[in-house]
Nanobody, 124 residues
Framework: QVQLVESGGGLVQTGGSLRLSCAASGSVVRLNTMSWYRQAPGEQRALVAE???????NYADSVKGRFTISRDNAKNTVYLQMNGVKPEDTAVYYC??????????????????WGQGTQVTVSS
């Protein structure tokens, strides 16, 4: 079992910056891709950024060039640096981590753990 706890959210003005953190605890082994999602009221949860175990990254077009995802495997923590924020970035931001599992037959699958979320509000 893995627990994820986000922190760093809050109120920020348009053009400002925030840094979100997500710390993993519990059975923190075999964590592969870690990612950030966000969900605004009445909307679907959407991928913001993800980072693989070897450091490869992928970003939503809406945040490309403004947000940066990084991870510290020694601390079991993933970060999201948010620069030049816009009102449309307002949402609850969720951390996710995929853990690899293998059964007795050798079949592999990933299970995704989710954090509770942290609110980010960008004022005009």
């Amino acid at each position: 079992q893995v627990q994820l706890v986000e922190s760093g959210g809050g109120l920020v003005q348009t053009g400002g910056s925030l840094r979100l953190s997500c710390a993993a605890s519990g059975s923190v082994v075999r964590l592969n891709t870690m990612s950030w999602y966000r969900q605004a009221p009445g909307e679907q949860r959407a991928l913001v950024a993800e980072i693989t175990s070897n450091g490869s990254t992928n970003y939503a077009d809406s945040v490309k060039g403004r947000f940066t995802i990084s991870r510290d495997n020694a601390k079991n923590t993933v970060y999201l640096q948010m620069n030049g924020v816009k009102p449309e970035d307002t949402a609850v931001y969720y951390c996710a981590a995929a853990q690899r599992w293998t059964n007795y037959r050798g079949n592999k699958n990933d299970y995704t753990y989710w954090g509770q979320g942290t609110q980010v509000t960008v004022s005009s």
